[in-house]
C-alpha cells in the first residue's frame, strides 16, 4: 500500500512563499513521475508542475517563474516552492505519483489574500 502525505499548505497574503512537501511510503518501485496538481472550487483538476524520475521538470505556463518543483528520490519526495503567490494560485493542490498504478494524496489548501 502506497501512501502520500502532503504538507505546507497554509493561508498567505499575495506575494508570500509556501513551500509544499508530499512524502510517500510503502511499497513503491518504477516510480515513472511525481507532480503536483491543483483544484479550485467550480474548476478541473489541473496540473501544476511534474518532475520525472530522471529529473526532467514540467511547468504550466500559469505559474511558470513562480513555481519550482524538485525531489528527494532518497526520501520519495517532492517539493514544491511557491513564490510571489497570487490570488489566482488559491487552491487544494494534490500530490500525485504515478508508476503502474496512478496515486494520489489528499490535498492541501493554499490559500491566497489579496
Known amino acids: 500500500q502506497v501512501q502520500l502525505v502532503e504538507s505546507g499548505g497554509g493561508l498567505v497574503q499575495a506575494g508570500a512563499s509556501l513551500r509544499l512537501s508530499c512524502a510517500a511510503s510503502g511499497s513503491i518501485s518504477g516510480i515513472n513521475f511525481m507532480g503536483w496538481y491543483r483544484q479550485a472550487p467550480g474548476n478541473q483538476r489541473e496540473p501544476v508542475a511534474t518532475?520525472?524520475?530522471?529529473?526532467?521538470?514540467k511547468v504550466a505556463d500559469a505559474v511558470k517563474g513562480r513555481f519550482t518543483i524538485s525531489k528527494d528520490s532518497n526520501k520519495n519526495t517532492v517539493y514544491l516552492q511557491m513564490n510571489s503567490l497570487k490570488p489566482d494560485d488559491t487552491a487544494v493542490y494534490y500530490c500525485?505519483?504515478?508508476?503502474?498504478?496512478?496515486?494520489w494524496g489528499q490535498g492541501t489548501q493554499v490559500t491566497v489574500s489579496s
Open positions: 518532475i520525472t524520475s530522471s529529473g526532467t521538470t
Open positions: 500525485r505519483l504515478v508508476t503502474t498504478v496512478d496515486y
